[in-house]
C-alpha cells in the first residue's frame, strides 16, 4: 500500500465526507484524520484532513481543482 499524503483540510466534517464521496466517485481512495487534538467526548465538528495514497496526490488535486478548490491550486 502507498503511503498517504494530505490532499487538504476540510473545515467540517460535512465537508470532508463530501470530499471522500467526489473522491471516490474519481477511483480515489482517501481517508480522513483529524487536523486538530480533540477530546474524545467533545462533540465539535472539527477540521479534517483529507489524506489519499501518494501516487494518486497529483489526480486527486485535479479533481478537486476541477470542482472549484481554490485553496490547492497554490500548493
Given at each position: 500500500m502507498s503511503a498517504l499524503a494530505q490532499l487538504t483540510i476540510a473545515e467540517t466534517?460535512?465537508?470532508a465526507e463530501e470530499m471522500l464521496a467526489i473522491l471516490s466517485e474519481a477511483g480515489i481512495d482517501a481517508q480522513l484524520e483529524p487536523a486538530v487534538e480533540?477530546?474524545?467526548r467533545e462533540v465539535d465538528d472539527i477540521p479534517q484532513k483529507v489524506l489519499v495514497p501518494e501516487s494518486e496526490?497529483?489526480?486527486a488535486k485535479?479533481?478537486?481543482i476541477a470542482l472549484g478548490e481554490p485553496d490547492?491550486?497554490?500548493d
Open positions: 466534517v460535512a465537508d480533540h477530546h474524545p496526490l497529483e489526480a485535479d479533481v478537486i490547492l491550486a497554490e
